[in-house]
């Protein structure tokens, strides 16, 4: 089994120095607002979305360098903290728009320091952010990173109101997963390729690679929804208890008939506050083959991801960019 320690092992010590140019690049004055940074920061998890720049930056080095030497520049760097703290401040405000009181185990910000300070923190990281590559002068990345932002946005208020009306369909769900997850992932692996200078189809190459990891990467984390032994962090079927229709579901409702159509909708409207409904369509999900073929859609945007990258040369680099699908298939957490 592939595992996250192992992808980061070709740039163990370049992920050590971007841990302390974030250290050394984003603080506060204020003590609290230090405080509640340090805390935010200290639980940015995996770091995949750092991983995928400085992997996409290496494997495209257009100099070729000793495959076994390459570093990371500092613009890389400052590319990667870009994508890094646009994914924590989301997740800020994800939380406090879904009343979120955990994050990886441990209370989230709004849960710690109320709503409104958390929603102050993440646009203080935004803020910060922005105005560091900003400062750095280097245009190109902030202009590439700018409607990022917005598709992020776009997706959250998609989601939101698919989740009040209870009418998501295939090509929403698609919509709302590559708007809120893919589309930035897309952008960390582009903006790998666009640090060192890499051909303009290089940059798309790892764009199209970043998106299919991160179409993946979110049917991954709906699928592992309906397991309740997974290790998330999040109690399972958080999904259907905020009303959310996910892949798995819609793989089921599209071959019900139309009243057994009804029943699930009437099902996922109670789910929040009756655990008998909660089970029975949790139950339709896991009978009715929607993990299977919510699976066999990840495995295929994984091996479109494998196929993009396939065309560089074999260094450590790319086999970790490779590593990185297999994980994502394979990953629990």
């Avoid at 506060?28 to 930056?57: D, F, H, N």
């Avoid at 076994?68 to 903290?81: D, F, G, I, N, V």
């Avoid at 083959?289 to 790319?318: C, F, N, W």
Wanted: with cysteine; aromatic share 6%; charged share 25%.
């Amino acid at each position: 089994m592939i595992t996250i320690d192992a992808i980061r092992q070709p740039i163990g010590e370049d992920l050590k120095a971007f841990d302390q140019f974030v250290a050394d690049n984003i603080n506060a004055e204020g003590e609290l607002l230090q405080e509640m940074l340090t805390y935010a920061l200290s639980s940015r998890g995996k770091g995949v979305r750092p991983i995928l720049t400085m992997l996409a930056a290496l494997t495209c080095m257009p100099d070729r360098p000793n495959p076994e030497s390459r570093h990371c520049s500092k613009r890389t760097y400052l590319a990667a903290l870009i994508m890094e703290m646009i994914h924590t401040a989301s997740l800020i405000h994800d939380d406090v728009l879904d009343s979120a009181d955990e994050r990886r185990g441990k209370p989230s910000v709004n849960a710690k320091w109320q709503s409104n300070l958390a929603i102050i923190l993440g646009d203080y990281i935004l803020a910060t952010t922005m105005a560091l590559g900003m400062a750095s002068a280097q245009y190109d990345i902030v202009s590439y990173v700018g409607s990022a932002m917005a598709t992020l946005c776009e997706g959250e208020i998609l989601q939101s109101q698919h989740a009040r009306n209870f009418d998501t369909t295939r090509g929403d769900y698609f919509d709302i997963i590559y708007q809120k997850t893919a589309s930035l992932l897309g952008v960390c692996a582009a903006l790998g390729a666009l640090s060192v200078g890499a051909a303009r189809e290089d940059v798309e190459r790892m764009r199209k690679y970043g998106e299919a990891l991160g179409m993946a990467f979110q049917i991954q984390d709906d699928i592992l929804d309906y397991n309740r032994n997974n290790n998330t962090g999040k109690p399972a079927n958080n999904d259907l208890r905020e009303h959310k229709i996910t892949l798995p579901l819609i793989e089921v409702m599209e071959h019900a008939s139309d009243d057994e159509r009804k029943e699930m909708i009437e099902l996922l409207k109670r789910c929040d506050e009756d655990e008998a409904a909660l089970d029975t369509l949790h139950a339709k999900v896991n009978n009715g083959g929607g993990i299977e073929r919510a699976t066999e859609t990840m495995q295929a945007y994984l091996s479109r991801a494998m196929h993009l990258v396939s065309k560089y040369e074999d260094t450590p680099y790319r086999k970790a960019l490779i590593d990185l699908c297999t994980f994502v298939a394979e990953r629990d957490k």
